[in-house]
């Protein structure tokens, strides 16, 4: 019965600031991050290509386009 009520006892689980991470724009990577996923038609700290060569990715995904 004692192991049962161990389980209330729980402290509250809050984020507080030292969890917060700031992150980087995805089109703010360097080329040096990883080469493998780099296309030709991409430059490093561009946000219009980073979004032409999403939007070319997500329609060639597209099963009416074809």
């Known amino acids: 019965m004692v192991l049962s009520l161990a389980a209330c006892g729980d ?18 990577v360097s080329e040096r ?18 979004e032409n060569e999403l939007r070319q990715r997500a329609q060639a995904q597209n099963d009416y386009a074809r």
């Not at 402290?11 to 703010?28: H, I, L, N």
């Not at 991050?33 to 980073?50: C, Q």
């Open 11 to 28: 402290r509250p689980q809050t984020m507080d600031a030292t969890g917060k991470k700031t992150d980087a724009q995805a089109w703010s």
């Open 33 to 50: 991050a990883n080469p493998a996923y780099k296309l030709p038609g991409w430059k490093a700290g561009d946000k219009t290509s980073w």
